[in-house]
T-cell receptor
Framework: QKEVEQDPGPLSVPEGAIVSLNCTYS??????FMWYRQYSRKGPELLMY????GNKEDGRFTAQVDKSSKYISLFIRDSQPSDSATYLC???????????????FGQGTILTVHP | SQTIHQWPATLVQPVGSPLSLECTVE??????LYWYRQAAGRGLQLLFY??????ISSEVPQNLSASRPQDRQFILSSKKLLLSDSGFYLC?????????????FGQGTRLTVV
């Protein structure tokens, strides 16, 4: 069993739709949870990060963490064609200075938002 | 502002040839540095990380090695490439010492071993 499982999709939605992306994990030591966006042939960029359970909102993006279920989600409201990319969940169990860099990634979900 | 440079962007190498990928960070000091690999259609896998000059930690056994000869320079090497070394290699940095920041990734090197 992989430590982090993510549905690879692909996911295709119309512009304006609400998108839900999800990951499950097996390592209960994970305490930092992140979502990265990666455009084709580019490096990933951080969208959201949360520590422990709860919700975090940033504009059209909402990240949710449920540690009891070992489940995290990213919601995108009013999706735009520019949101078309691969979305990667990432997690860290490291409590030290490398907590944001020693990451275990899901395999990524390919999202296409069509006009 | 901090920037991360990674080169080359694309590389095609024959099996058995050596490899050297370089990554440099500007605008910060004593960063934590990381090498990741992304196979086609897969997530990123951490290969190496470094918390200081000459300090290298390996996360997975493989045909690759890493070195950090200077504070903001991170090099990924191989003496003899294998077909299975093909992939998208990404360098990243994060802050340290109370400035614990998110990881910033370079634009990657796409390596094809033929």
């Amino acid at each position: 069993q992989k430590e982090v499982e993510q549905d690879p999709g692909p996911l295709s939605v119309p512009e304006g739709a609400i998108v839900s992306l999800n990951c499950t994990y097996s390592n209960s030591a994970f305490q930092y949870f992140m979502w990265y966006r990666q455009y084709s042939r580019k490096g990933p960029e951080l969208l959201m990060y949360t520590y422990s359970s709860g919700n975090k909102e940033d504009g059209r993006f909402t990240a949710q963490v449920d540690k009891s279920s070992k489940y995290i989600s990213l919601f995108i409201r009013d999706s735009q064609p520019s949101d078309s990319a691969t979305y990667l969940c990432a997690m860290s169990a490291d409590a030290g200075g490398t907590s944001y860099g020693k990451l275990t990634f899901g395999q990524g979900t390919i999202l296409t938002v069509h006009p | 502002s901090q920037t991360i440079h990674q080169w080359p962007a694309t590389l095609v190498q024959p099996v058995g040839s050596p490899l050297s990928l370089e990554c440099t960070v500007e605008g910060t000091s004593n960063p934590n540095l990381y090498w990741y690999r992304q196979a086609a259609g897969r997530g990123l896998q951490l290969l190496f990380y470094s918390v200081g000059i000459g300090q290298i930690s390996s996360e997975v056994p493989q045909n690759l090695s890493a070195s950090r000869p200077q504070d903001r320079q991170f090099i990924l090497s191989s003496k003899k490439l294998l077909l299975s070394d093909s992939g998208f290699y990404l360098c990243a940095w994060s802050g340290t010492g109370g400035l614990n920041t998110e990881a910033f990734f370079g634009q990657g090197t796409r390596l094809t071993v033929v």
